[in-house]
Every structure is written in C-alpha cells, then in structure tokens.
C-alpha cells in the first residue's frame, strides 16, 4: 500500500510527528529498525525481579544507568559510534528522563533558528498538555535518596543559587538549582494515540537505507523488508517522506540517497549494497549534511561526602536487583527509588566569556561515578558526580558522516574547539568548586588535589565528553548550501523530503534537550500539514 507520509525513525521526533499527521487524518506509516522497548509496546527485556509483571528495563527509570553497564544492550546502534537508541522510542526510550520546556531563547533568531519559528508556546504548550513535567515522579509525591541533592544545594547556596520550578519559568536559568523530570514518555503517550487510528502503521525491524528518488521528487523508501517487491514502501501521489532517524540516521539515509558533501557520496558510491542504490551523479544535491554539529561538552568532577549514599554506584539494579524494601515498594505502586532516573539535582548558571558572549553552565549530580581517576583513597559507597555540561552559547562546531563501512561516526569532535567555549567551562568548574570549604567534609577525588581544574580538563579525553545531545548535521535555515533543511523542514532541492528530529536544531538549547525536540516536531508537524502541494 501507498502512504501519504513513510515517517524514518521511532525516536521523540519521528514518533510526535506520526501522532500529529495522523490526527490530521492522513496514512502514516512509522518506520523504525529497531525492536520494542518499553511492555506497551511488546517489549520483554525484563531484570528477574520484573518478573511477573509487564515491566521491562525501559519502563523503570531507576535502570537507567543499567543501560550503560548491561553487557547485553541490543538497544544501541551498532553502527553508529557514539550512543544512539535504535527501537522503539529511539533516544526517548533509553535517556535519563531530565525533561526541560523549551525557554524563549532556545527558539530565539539568534541561536539560528529562522524567523518563523521564535513563537514556540503554543507548541511548547502542546507538548506540557500530552507530557506534563513532575516535581517527584515516585507515584506517592516523595523523592528519594536526596542525600546528593542536599550536598549539593549547601555547595550553591553560598554562591547565590536559589530553588526554582524550572518547567514553570523556562527562562530562568541563572542560578538556579531544580528537582525536576519526565513523568511519560513519547511511547507511553503520543505513540498510543496514533496506534489507535485506522490510518496509522508502524512497521518494526526494518531498516530504511535511501529514499528513493526522481532527481527532486521522492516516490519512496528503500528498505529491507524482503516481503514486498524490492524492499520499497511506495508514497501515494503528492506523499513525502519525513526523515526522523536521528542526528546520525538521518545525515546517513541522506547520504545514501544522493544528498550531501560529495565526499559522503563518494563512499556510498564504493560500497557494494548502498552504491548501485545511489541516483546517478547528474542527480546528486550537494548540500552540508554533518556539518554544524553541536554537542554539549561536559565534564565529570567526583566528590565524596560522609551523608551521600552512591547505592552502590547502581551496579545490581537489574541484577540482581536493587535491596529488597526498594523492588518491593516499586512493585507495589512505582514509587521509590526506583521511580527516578539517577540524577537527583540540576542547576543552571549564565557566564561571562572572552569574547563577550556569554554561554550557559548545567550542572547535573547523581549518585556514583562513571569513572574514578585519584591518587587518594576513597570510600566508593560515599561517591557523586556533577557533570558539567556547556550549553547555549557555544560556537564550537563539528562534523559527522560515515567511513567506508557505512558506519556513521564524529568525524571532527565538536567540543570546546572554540577557546572562550573551552575557558568558560573552565571558569564555570573553577566557580562549582569554590565553595567547597563551606560544605564539611566534602571531597572532591577527580581530580584530585594534586590536579589543577585547568590541567583536568586540557587532559580530559575527548570521547567521554561526550553528552549524547547531538544537534545541527542537517541545520535549518533560510540559505540552501548554509542549511540542509528550510524553514518547513523540506530539504532543499527536493520536492517532498523532510527532516523532523534533532538533526536540524541549529543551537543547543539551555539544558538536556529532548524537551526542545519533541517541541519542535510539534512545530514541524503544523508547518508540514501548512504547506501546499501535499497530500
Ligand atoms: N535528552 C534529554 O533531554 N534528557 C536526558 O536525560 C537525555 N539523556 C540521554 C541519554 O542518557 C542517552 C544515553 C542518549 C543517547 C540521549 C539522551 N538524551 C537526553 C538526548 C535525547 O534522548 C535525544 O536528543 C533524542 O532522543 C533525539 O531524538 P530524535 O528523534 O532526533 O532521534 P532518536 O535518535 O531518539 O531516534 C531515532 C530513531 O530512528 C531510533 O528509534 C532509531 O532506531 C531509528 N532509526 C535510525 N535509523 C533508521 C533507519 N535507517 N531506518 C529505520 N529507523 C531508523
Ligand atoms: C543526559 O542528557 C545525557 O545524555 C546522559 O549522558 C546522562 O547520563 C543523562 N542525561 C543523565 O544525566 C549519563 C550517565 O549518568 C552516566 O552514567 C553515563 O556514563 C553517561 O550518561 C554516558 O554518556
């Protein structure tokens, strides 16, 4: 069967996009590679003490950093380099539930967005409406091992933090510290509305490769399905396809469709299964997909302190399972522990820079540590981390494409290139630190005192900066060859192909930012049903 829209990809993006056109009234069909997660969807991946229930490892937020020590994570993509969710939910499904609205400035002109896109509220309110933001996620109000929290709360207090309600006023985010999250994901909500229409499919383990395409005009998808003719999913007259694979998945279907850096191609071109799919060179559109990408770097300092309780940095959660009074409250109404993700507390700060343009500072503090480097003995059941991530207001930039294998991959680090990015994070470290001595007892053990803040992080390495927040390979904008996307999200010199995830943010936002995604494929959704010429 035709479709209206073929939608590439099951992550935030891909997922509110289907639920919006398919409220509209049109045949949508949901592509995603990768399998169910959560039990609504059929998923079955569950910790023993699961069992009996239809829980699995993606409904309890309490797994979270399971995800990250599990030695059987089918979740992630195997063929992208850096962490990148592939099943249902994509990102959305596997993430750390830190759930920020969108502020004014994260949709501001000059963060690069185009003109039609500043008045984000109604959208923005859209989106509050289908996944309001909680205080405490455990069902009876409390939140839990707060022990981080309060530690960290005494180390800002002095330095003119105050407690905010962050998804009250988005646009605080000076010196602020919050306690806030995601109650419900994209799956649990906008994903069941749209499996309740008779005009809505989604369509599991199978991947797109290329769109398949007429110089501008797209009439498919090229899959992997060996039950249809050719693998194709064909669109109806008018349809489009609206890629939503992912900052990585998107830029590489491009690539294997013929858009992009002729450089990307020409790999295309030499592999034996994607380079006969390719349209021929006459057809290619250079535009620059991989370029332009941000990603927060952060920075992880570990401290220690007598009241903090690191849980045992996480590691039995799911096996074999947390202590048996916190799988006992879960189980019996999903409070606890358990109802939360790892992080306990978030903070912001604005900082002047060298340059005169101030960026942002977000610190989030959790129980445990990812890593220890320290020259000091410690007691690891006493350990937190704050990790600092640099925010709005960067101007490092990077790339990313595929090598020869198809692997999608970083292919110029984006973080701290820029020196006032790199000396304001610097000095936005040195400012967490400096009221360490109003805090009794309190340690900081990476690094250790026989490592100065500066020399940390010039020898930091560059692939645990990393934040998973990968925006801008298929940037938005107003100019076809500066921006792979214009302001409808139609890429550029084709008739009916559109990008709807984080690809095409053209600056990170303040804080983590799934939130400004799934804001912004509200917004994309609306211009998409505007435009003529559609189905
Ligand atoms: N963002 C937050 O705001 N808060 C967080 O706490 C947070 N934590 C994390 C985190 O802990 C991890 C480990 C990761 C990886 C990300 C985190 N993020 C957080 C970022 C946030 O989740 C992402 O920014 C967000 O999910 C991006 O949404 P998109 O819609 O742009 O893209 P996804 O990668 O989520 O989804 C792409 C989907 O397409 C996947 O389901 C994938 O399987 C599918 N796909 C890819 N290629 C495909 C193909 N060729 N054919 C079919 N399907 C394909
Ligand atoms: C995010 O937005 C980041 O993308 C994640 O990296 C982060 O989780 C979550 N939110 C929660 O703050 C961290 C884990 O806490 C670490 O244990 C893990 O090593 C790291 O992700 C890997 O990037």
Request: with cysteine; glycine share 10%; hydrophobic share 35%.
């Amino acid at each position: 069967t035709p479709y209206d829209y073929i939608i590439v990809g099951s992550g935030p993006g891909g997922i509110i996009t289907a639920d919006r056109l398919s409220q509209a009234g049109k045949s949508v069909l949901l592509v995603e590679r990768g399998g169910p997660s959560t039990g609504q969807t059929g998923g079955t991946y569950q910790a023993d003490w699961l069992k009996g229930t239809n829980l699995t490892k993606f409904d309890v937020p309490g797994l979270f950093e399971s995800m990250f020590t599990d030695p059987n994570d089918f979740w992630w993509c195997k063929d992208v380099t850096v962490f990148a969710g592939c099943l249902v939910g994509g990102g959305g499904s596997v993430n750390g539930a830190l759930y920020w609205l969108p502020s004014d400035n994260d949709f501001a002109l000059n963060t690069g967005w185009p003109s039609q896109w500043t008045n984000h509220q109604p959208y923005t309110a859209a989106l509050k409406a289908r996944l309001p933001p909680t205080d405490a996620p455990s069902t009876d109000g409390k939140r839990y091992l707060e022990q981080v929290s309060d530690v960290v709360t005494k180390l800002l207090t002095p330095q003119g933090y105050t407690s905010a309600t962050i998804n009250n006023s988005p646009n605080q985010k000076d010196h602020v510290y919050v306690h806030q999250w995601q109650t419900r994901w994209p799956v649990a909500t906008y994903l069941q509305t749209a499996l309740a229409r008779p005009n809505f499919k989604l369509k599991t383990f199978t991947t797109v490769m290329n769109v398949i395409r007429n110089g501008s005009t797209i009439t498919g998808v090229q899959t992997n399905d060996t039950t249809v003719p050719g693998g194709i999913y064909p669109l109806n007259p008018k349809g489009r396809v609206i890629l939503s694979a992912g900052s990585y998945g998107s830029a590489r279907i491009l690539f294997r469709s013929g858009i992009g850096p002729t450089d990307m191609i020409n790999l295309v071109k030499g592999d034996p299964i994607a380079g006969p799919l390719l349209p021929p060179q006459s057809q290619w559109i250079n535009l620059p997909v991989g370029f332009n990408v941000s990603d927060n770097p952060s920075i992880n300092l570990v401290f220690t302190h007598p009241s903090v309780n690191s849980y045992d940095n996480w590691a039995d959660v799911f096996t074999p399972g947390p202590p048996a009074a916190d799988s006992a409250q879960y189980l019996k109404n999903q409070s606890g522990i358990m109802a939360q993700a790892s992080p306990r507390i978030n903070f912001w700060s604005a900082l002047g820079a060298t340059d005169g343009v101030t960026r942002w500072m977000q610190g989030t503090a959790r129980p445990g540590a990812a890593s220890v480097t320290t020259s000091f003995p410690y007691n690891a059941t006493q350990m937190f981390t704050i990790t600092a991530y640099l925010s709005a207001g960067i101007k490092s930039r990077g790339r990313l494409g595929i090598n020869a294998a198809m692997n999608a991959m970083p292919l110029v680090n984006p973080w701290l290139v820029d020196p006032a990015d790199k000396s304001t994070l610097i000095q936005g470290l040195k400012n967490i630190v400096s009221t360490m001595s109003s805090v009794p007892g309190l340690t900081m053990i990476t690094p250790d005192n026989t490592t100065t803040i500066d020399a940390y992080v010039n020898s930091y390495d560059p692939a645990t900066m990393d934040s998973n927040h990968w925006v801008g390979s298929n940037i938005i904008g107003t100019v076809a060859g500066k921006a792979v996307v214009d302001p409808n999200t139609k890429v550029f010199n084709t008739d009916n192909l559109f990008v709807v995830d984080a690809s095409i943010v053209p600056s990170l936002p303040y804080g983590n930012p799934h939130g400004l995604i799934m804001s912004m494929a509200e917004q994309a959704s609306a211009k998409i049903l505007a435009l003529a010429g559609g189905p």
